[in-house]
């Protein structure tokens, strides 16, 4: 079970408690502000898409910003050192580029209203229905993991109960999901991200101010941690041990391509929000906009954990703070109070904003690929919209049941990769099989999925945990469980499409490149995804917002980000 110091209890005092009380005033105020717009399911579920680019671009990756990338990420960076920006430089940005310029035309163009139903078009029913089940099962599984998280930080800094904690969290979160859907939930999002951003980067100043500057901070880790701690690839050899578990190919086939790909670009909680945007271009531009800020705030949780890492010299050991408490301890020891409400109210957005992404993407999913396609078919627009204001609250009391599965864990981090080796990976090999080889048959999607789902269980459950393979750490097992996920699908996949009819190539027009309909743009008709030439709304066709432009800048900027730390 992950526990913060029992000692970590912040001097808040009523200046804390009235920022955090304004708070969450302001998100309730959002979600009235938000009920407005709402007149019909499309409204609740995707916004109308009606959405502006730098709002949703700005909710994508507050959507990200939750347990995981706050104390999870700074716990790593503590523990494994500056090996903490692959989750950033090639865990993320090249599958949101890819996201934004390969996959968001077949998405968005397909006018579907989540991932599954996507699935649903390019394949059958069953994998639809299989898609939609793995998928709302994961929603509320992550979706307890930012309750629970939530519940320990609480306890720990401000004194309060654990189910308290996460019954007013956890009510907030529904209360304005439920007023004004999605719309309500993005523009909290966009209000949390610059929240967290107030929280963070005064602990960054302050840390690095505690020990030295930048040039203080290194001398100091190398002196205790050795020089490859301050290096992104250093030890990551093929046989040589380093504390991460893993060597550079894993890294980079694990987490860079399967992992990362499977999560960016199949996972609903985030392309919901593109799929609300108002337009193509909008759309594309959603996730490439967000890789700028996603590609920097590594920096600001990275940071304090090695400040952490040199203030306290046995931090993770038993008897000492361990590395979740990074975060705590900073704003414990340097913070003063004001600055400190910011900074515990940018901790509680950070874990509503995640969770508010999956709770948000479960709501959809079920109501229209499971309730309305396979339960309760064409009923009036009305029903579905209040079936959608009502499966949230069933979404939100599942979650708090699903914490308690959390707590069963030692890393919140190394549980939710398992999640996403488990969910994200095997759609995401159905994904990429489906959109770029048309033979795909109708029937492999749905075996493709249970192939990967299990290959990827068996791995986990059974070759690693009954120590059949040695694998070092949770962490190196969820790469490679993710690599056999991958695998096992594809060949799946290919097998039963040599037994199985492929679907008619008819009705495969804009879902698959190269498909005759897809009205291409660029080496030839139909050579390209669909949507492309679509024309640019007004404004877009300007140079700087040109989804090629933001794409390559983005890889190129992550590329060089890497050359300070890879000597």
Request: aromatic share 14%; proline share 5%.
């Amino acid at each position: 079970m992950i526990t913060l110091a029992d000692g970590l209890r912040l001097p808040t005092n009523g200046l804390d408690y009235t920022i955090l009380a304004i708070y969450f005033v302001v998100v309730l105020g959002i979600g009235f502000a938000a009920k407005r717009s709402v007149r019909t399911s499309l409204d609740f579920f995707l916004s109308g898409r009606s959405l502006p680019a730098w709002v949703t671009g700005l909710a994508f990756v507050a959507a990200n910003l939750g347990a995981t990338e706050i104390l999870g990420m700074a716990a790593t960076g503590a523990q494994y050192g500056v090996a903490v920006v692959h989750w950033y430089w090639i865990g993320a940005i090249p599958a949101m580029v890819f996201l934004g310029l390969v996959m968001m035309p077949f998405y968005y163009r397909s006018k579907v209203r989540s991932v599954p139903e996507f699935l649903l078009q390019r394949f059958d029913k069953s994998a639809h229905l299989l898609s939609s089940i793995l998928f709302a099962f994961a929603a509320v599984l992550i979706a307890g993991v930012n309750l629970y998280a939530l519940s320990i930080v609480v306890e720990a800094l401000l004194g309060w109960p654990q189910w308290v904690a996460i019954v007013v969290a956890g009510l907030f979160v529904l209360a304005y999901i439920t007023i004004g859907g999605l719309s309500s939930a993005i523009y909290n999002e966009v209000l949390q991200f610059f929240v967290i951003l107030a929280a963070l980067i005064p602990l960054v100043v302050l840390g690095l101010k505690r020990v030295g500057g930048w040039g203080g901070l290194t001398d100091s880790l190398t002196a205790s941690h050795g020089h490859n701690f301050l290096t992104a690839w250093g030890g990551t050899g093929i046989g040589q041990a380093n504390p991460l578990g893993a060597n550079w190919l894993t890294i980079i086939l694990g987490l860079g391509f399967v992992l990362s790909f499977g999560y960016w670009t199949t996972n609903f909680a985030e392309v919901q929000r593109a799929l609300s945007a108002k337009n193509l271009s909008a759309a594309q531009r959603t996730p490439l906009i967000a890789a700028f800020p996603k590609m920097f705030i590594v920096f600001l949780v990275m940071i304090p954990g090695l400040v952490a890492a040199v203030l306290v010299p046995k931090l993770g050991a038993p008897e000492n703070l361990q590395y979740n408490d990074a975060i705590p301890y900073l704003m414990q020891e340097l913070l003063p109070n004001g600055v400190l409400g910011i900074a515990v109210t940018g901790l509680l957005a950070a874990f509503m904003a995640g969770m508010a992404a999956n709770v948000s993407s479960f709501n959809t999913v079920f109501t229209y690929d499971i309730w309305a396609k396979y339960v309760k078919t064409d009923r009036p627009d009305g029903y579905y919209l209040r079936f959608g204001r009502l499966i949230t609250a069933i979404g939100v009391l599942a979650s708090i049941g699903t914490a308690f599965i959390a707590s069963s864990f030692s890393n919140i981090m190394g549980y939710l990769q398992t999640l996403f080796s488990f969910f994200n990976v095997p759609m995401f090999v159905v994904f990429i099989i489906g959109m770029f080889w048309k033979r795909a048959s109708m029937k492999s999607g749905v075996w493709g999925l249970l192939a990967g789902t299990t290959a990827a269980m068996v791995n986990y459950f059974w070759i690693y945990k009954q120590g059949i393979i040695a694998i070092p750490t949770d962490q190196g097992a969820n790469f490679v469980s993710a690599i056999v996920g991958f695998v096992a699908g594809a060949v799946v996949m290919v097998v039963v499409t040599l037994f199985t009819e492929p679907k008619p190539e008819a009705e495969l027009a804009g879902l698959v490149w190269g498909s005759p309909h897809s009205n291409g743009v660029g080496s030839g008709e139909g050579t390209t995804a669909p949507g492309l030439a679509e024309p640019p709304a007004e404004g877009d066709a300007a140079w700087y917002r040109k989804p090629a432009l933001l794409g390559w800048g983005a890889l190129v900027l992550a590329a060089l980000c890497y050359l300070p730390y890879s000597l």
